[in-house]
């Protein structure tokens, strides 16, 4: 007997026992009342609004009205610019930073930068950057056509991870983040789970659950600090990049 002949005579008797066992376990019992033995009916889903173009319905827009959600570093009123629904770097005025505090979120981000000075290179080419909870950053940067380190062009987990691939859109065009944020857990000061985040760009993939590290530090190790839920926060790097249409779920 050929080896594919036991394993097809293998593969019968495992499917006709199979069968035996859920006809005894399920004796009397028509198909849809064997059907809805595992049909889960509660909880049920929210009912969520999601337009296209538009905030989901249980979202928070954190740019509906200027920047009355958010503040400076210090609990001043943030100053950088507004024109309609569009806020720009004021070079100097520093980082602003949400007033509410987030743990685990989804967040819709629209940024774009300005046509480089010939002179930009590099980091110092129309950048900025969000940070999750005030530490950990996915890079904000004119990643097109400009050569950079690649854990900190724009996608990365800022000198950590390597964005899987540079979805860069030209300058002076909208970027789109749409990013998915399991913030780390502590056990007192003890770390017992590292953050987590998921990053697409303008709708391609760049981070696929990327473990986080710890903080993105610009010279030094990554390393973990206990905290709980924090401010989003926007980087003043001097350059004149432009955001809007940002809104954060809670999940």
């Not at 590292?194 to 030094?220: A, D, R, S």
């Amino acid at each position: 007997m050929t080896l594919r002949k036991q394993c097809l005579i293998a593969l019968s008797l495992t499917c006709a026992m199979s069968g035996s066992a859920i006809s005894q376990e399920d004796n009397g019992l028509t198909r849809a009342q064997q059907a809805a033995k595992t049909e889960v009916w509660e909880p049920v889903p929210a009912a969520v609004t999601a337009n296209k173009g538009e905030v989901p319905s249980d979202a928070i827009a954190l740019f509906g009205e200027g920047l009355n959600a958010w503040t400076a570093m210090d609990e001043t009123p943030a100053d950088w610019t507004v024109k309609g629904n569009v806020v720009t770097v004021k070079p100097g005025a520093g980082d602003i930073k949400t007033k509410q505090a987030f743990c685990d979120i989804q967040l819709h981000l629209e940024w774009k930068v300005p046509a480089p000075d010939a002179t930009m290179k590099g980091q110092q080419r129309n950048n900025s950057g969000l940070f999750l909870q005030q530490r950990y950053e996915i890079q904000v940067l004119d990643s097109y056509n400009n050569q950079t380190y690649p854990n900190g062009q724009a996608g990365s987990v800022y000198k950590q991870t390597i964005p899987l691939v540079n979805a860069m859109r030209p300058p002076e065009t909208w970027q789109e983040y749409d990013i998915i944020y399991s913030a780390p857990v502590f056990d007192g000061e003890q770390l017992v789970k590292p953050g987590f985040v998921t990053v697409l760009h303008n709708g391609v993939l760049v981070q696929n659950h990327t473990e986080i590290q710890g903080t993105t530090e610009w010279i030094g190790a990554p390393k973990y600090r206990a905290h709980g839920c924090a401010p989003l926060q926007l980087q003043d790097h001097g350059n004149k990049v432009s955001f809007r249409n940002m809104w954060v779920r809670e999940l």
